[in-house]
């Protein structure tokens, strides 16, 4: 698990290879990823965009910016939790994701970035 804290909020990371949702002989190897976003602060706040940028070991590296996360801009009470699973599918056994997270504070609307921790996406047998 990954795992980083910014501005009172915690970002939490799992990433798991989807055996049965792969096909690695066509070069598409695909990538749970499990997030909790928690909030360690005083003050409630609001998920609005996500910006990622994810490599690959054999293709370019790139980047995904957008609204919410699954469809959701979740709103974070002091003490809340939001959890959620995407996916990511890669060219090979080996990649990287990292990225951050802008976010609001709904008492005054300043806005600001939380860090979302860099997490291997690889092949089990790959890690040895």
Known sequence: MSTAVSHD??????????AGQSAPTEGR???????TIANR????????RRHWFI????????????????????????????????????????????????MRHMDDGSEFDVAIPAFDLRLPYAAN
């Open 55 to 102: 490599s690959d070991s054999l293709a370019s590296p790139c980047e995904v910016e957008g609204p919410g996360v699954v469809g959701a801009v979740p709103v974070l009470e002091p003490g809340e939790q939001f959890t959620y699973t995407s996916y990511c599918e890669l060219h090979s056994g080996m990649g990287r994701m990292r990225g951050s997270y802008r």
């Open 29 to 35: 190897f695909l990538f749970s990823y499990r997030i």
């Open 9 to 18: 909020i915690r970002v939490s990371v799992m990433a798991r290879f989807e």
């Open 41 to 48: 602060g005083q003050r409630t706040a609001q998920l609005l």
